[in-house]
């Protein structure tokens, strides 16, 4: 049955594609090939773009936290390790493990210090060690 309103005949045409997309595995495969080409493609054509689209994405699955609140810690920290204060080039998120809170922007030789000092354990047996 033709539509005349182009929109109702995109409308059709995207829910028979969206039928046999479910249907059929072979064209699943296929149209699932055919995204991950054009992904390729578009991350070459916009390598910035695409960077800076991952950042986000992580930013979001590990820490629940947008790029723009990432962007305001390091300018509150000047740019510095929130421990040594000296400055960053490439800070880590500092988060605590349990709760997943963000606390601040560390230098990698701090966040690697920080960890053994949080493990109990660890901490025990180091002071041990040290005494």
Known sequence: MPYKDPQKRRENARQ???????????????????????????REKYPERAKEQRLRHSLRVRYRLPLETLQQMSAQQGGLCAICEMPCR????????????????????????????????????????LS
């Open 16 to 42: 028979r594609a969206k039928a046999r997309y479910h249907s059929d595995p072979v064209f699943r495969k296929k149209q699932i090939a055919l995204s991950k080409i054009k992904m390729k493609i578009w």
């Open 90 to 129: 490439y800070p880590t998120i500092d988060h605590n493990h349990e709760t997943g809170l963000v606390r601040g922007l560390l230098c990698n030789r701090c966040n690697i210090r920080l960890s053994g000092i949080e493990d109990a354990a660890f901490r025990a047996k180091a002071e041990k060690y």
